[in-house]
């Protein structure tokens, strides 16, 4: 599997400081966390690191010290604020109105609630039929085209995208340009200028959508943003084309990824793939254990203590930044016994790719119903699927800063 190297070294070195972060994988592991990151599990789990914004902060990296951390409203997930912890050496970032994951306390809550009936888990199951249309429309077309194919392209992708752009009231024919927009935001490999450019090209493209939504309403949530919340002066119209946004990039290249990361991670144990096979009831459960198992977001999730915070012996001071490592926390012994093995029978429903807390995904019902009927539909009308190419020559996102997983996965039938 193509990837990158493993700079991960020992744990502290006195003269050289705290150690840097992230850090990368081991060589031809990409579907396991960096072995530095396992060792600050083991020996420091609130570790300080050196960020490459030149930074310190502690990287927290045990399930119980995670949740803790992401429940506390001591921590903030404000950016603008001028410690935050970042990754790069940037000016502090304007946070623009309307990015509610970077709000806190009441106010994140009242962006929350205008949102909520679209992302509940009855929502999303109202959603599943129409769901495996979309899923059925692409493998008919995989069919029709016959392999070899990138699944990525054909069906990982559009599937999701299509999801939320029909959600939001977004055109069909938008949806490669956002895409291709979200994967420069999304990638961690992008200059500053391109992924400025890209967020700009998101967004006024996003604002002609809510102008004509305004004109002609729709049933979709663009639509009634614009009655419930604009038209009594709750939100302005840039508002919600920011909120569809972030809804837009959250909403399709981490499920996308998953999809992928999770059709090779089956093909590549066919045990656990022919254990599903034989009792589909275990899907559900499996999805969780891919997410558990495949956290996409490599980074995790930052906050800065707005006072001193005590966990267990440790204290973090006022001011001081966190972050918060998801992937290596699903892999904490102490929770899930054997943590390494993908077990399609675990019980992985306390995993924490979506987060926790109050800022916890908002999509994560709907993520699990796109990943089950996928998953489920895909290798049930393809049985014989199965890699084109060597495991070792399928390429995959892992940039420190941005997501993990399947970049490319070229497969036949």
Same mark, same amino acid.
């Given at each position: 599997?193509?990837?990158?190297?493993?700079?991960?070294?020992?744990?502290?070195?006195?003269?050289?400081?705290?150690?840097?972060?992230?850090?990368?994988?081991?060589?031809?592991?990409?579907?396991?966390?960096?072995?530095?990151?396992?060792?600050?599990?083991?020996?420091?789990?609130?570790?300080?690191?050196?960020?490459?914004?030149?930074?310190?902060?502690?990287?927290?990296?045990?399930?119980?010290?995670?949740?803790?951390?992401?429940?506390?409203?001591?921590?903030?997930?404000?950016?603008?604020?001028?410690?935050?912890?970042?990754?790069?050496?940037?000016?502090?970032?304007?946070?623009?109105?309307?990015?509610?994951?970077?709000l806190d306390g009441a106010e994140h809550l009242r962006y929350r609630r205008m949102l909520a009936r679209d992302f509940t888990g009855?929502?999303?199951?109202?959603?599943?039929?129409?769901?495996?249309?979309?899923?059925d429309h692409r493998l008919d077309l995989m069919e029709e085209r016959g392999g070899p194919l990138d699944l990525m392209e054909e069906?990982?992708?559009?599937?999701?995208?299509?999801?939320?752009?029909?959600?939001?009231?977004?055109?069909?024919?938008?949806?490669?340009?956002?895409?291709?927009?979200?994967?420069? @935001?999304?990638?961690? &490999?992008?200059? *500053?200028?391109?992924?400025?450019? !890209?967020? /700009?090209?998101? +967004?006024? #493209?996003?604002?002609?959508?809510?102008?004509?939504?305004?004109?002609?309403?729709?049933?979709?949530?663009?639509?009634?943003?614009?009655?419930?919340?604009?038209?009594?002066?709750?939100?302005?119209?840039?508002?919600?084309?920011?909120?569809?946004?972030?809804?837009?990039?959250?909403?399709?290249?981490?499920?996308?990824?998953?999809?992928?990361?999770?059709?090779?991670?089956?093909?590549?144990?066919?045990?656990? @793939?022919?254990?599903? &096979?034989?009792? *589909?009831?275990?899907?559900?459960? !499996?999805? /969780?254990?891919? +997410?558990? #198992?495949?956290?996409?977001?490599?980074?995790?999730?930052?906050?800065?203590?707005?006072?001193?915070?005590?966990?267990?012996?440790?204290?973090?001071?006022?001011?001081?930044?966190?972050?918060?490592?998801?992937?290596?926390?699903?892999?904490?012994?102490?929770?899930?016994?054997?943590?390494?093995?993908?077990?399609?029978?675990?019980?992985?429903?306390?995993?924490?790719?979506?987060?926790?807390?109050?800022?916890?995904?908002?999509?994560?019902?709907?993520?699990?119903?796109?990943?089950?009927?996928?998953?489920?539909?895909?290798?049930?009308?393809?049985?014989?699927?199965?890699?084109?190419?060597?495991?070792?020559?399928?390429?995959?996102?892992?940039?420190?800063?941005?997501?993990?997983?399947?970049?490319?996965?070229?497969?036949?039938?």
């Amino acid at each position: 599997m193509t990837d990158t190297t493993d700079n991960a070294g020992p744990l502290r070195d006195a003269d050289a400081g705290p150690p840097a972060f992230p850090q990368e994988k081991a060589p031809g592991c990409p579907f396991d966390p960096p072995p530095g990151y396992r060792r600050f599990q083991a020996e420091d789990p609130f570790a300080p690191v050196t960020l490459p914004s030149g930074q310190r902060a502690r990287v927290v990296t045990r399930h119980r010290d995670v949740r803790a951390v992401l429940d506390d409203p001591r921590f903030s997930a404000d950016s603008a604020h001028p410690d935050f912890p970042r990754m790069f050496p940037r000016p502090v970032p304007q946070v623009l109105k309307g990015t509610f994951p970077r709000l806190d306390g009441a106010e994140h809550l009242r962006y929350r609630r205008m949102l909520a009936r679209d992302f509940t888990g009855r929502r999303a199951e109202e959603l599943r039929s129409r769901i495996e249309q979309i899923v059925d429309h692409r493998l008919d077309l995989m069919e029709e085209r016959g392999g070899p194919l990138d699944l990525m392209e054909e069906l990982a992708y559009p599937v999701p995208s299509t999801v939320v752009c029909e959600l939001l009231g977004v055109p069909a024919e938008d949806s490669p340009l956002f895409e291709s927009r979200t994967r420069v @935001l999304i990638n961690g &490999r992008s200059t *500053p200028e391109e992924t400025l450019r !890209a967020k /700009d090209d998101i +967004l006024h #493209h996003l604002e002609g959508v809510v102008a004509a939504k305004e004109k002609q309403p729709g049933d979709d949530l663009i639509s009634r943003l614009l009655v419930e919340q604009v038209a009594p002066g709750l939100l302005d119209r840039a508002e919600v084309a920011v909120i569809a946004w972030l809804l837009l990039a959250a909403g399709h290249h981490t499920t996308a990824t998953m999809i992928g990361t999770g059709t090779m991670l089956l093909l590549e144990n066919p045990e656990q @793939l022919a254990a599903l &096979r034989a009792d *589909p009831a275990l899907l559900p459960g !499996a999805v /969780d254990e891919l +997410l558990r #198992h495949q956290t996409a977001m490599q980074i995790g999730m930052n906050r800065i203590a707005t006072e001193d915070v005590t966990l267990g012996e440790r204290t973090v001071r006022a001011g001081e930044g966190v972050v918060c490592q998801l992937a290596t926390a699903n892999r904490d012994a102490d929770v899930f016994p054997d943590p390494d093995r993908f077990d399609v029978t675990r019980t992985a429903r306390g995993q924490l790719a979506f987060g926790h807390g109050p800022h916890q995904c908002p999509g994560q019902s709907l993520a699990r119903v796109e990943l089950q009927v996928t998953l489920g539909r895909l290798f049930d009308r393809l049985p014989g699927l199965r890699l084109a190419v060597p495991a070792a020559d399928v390429p995959f996102w892992h940039h420190l800063f941005g997501i993990h997983g399947v970049k490319e996965l070229p497969v036949t039938w």
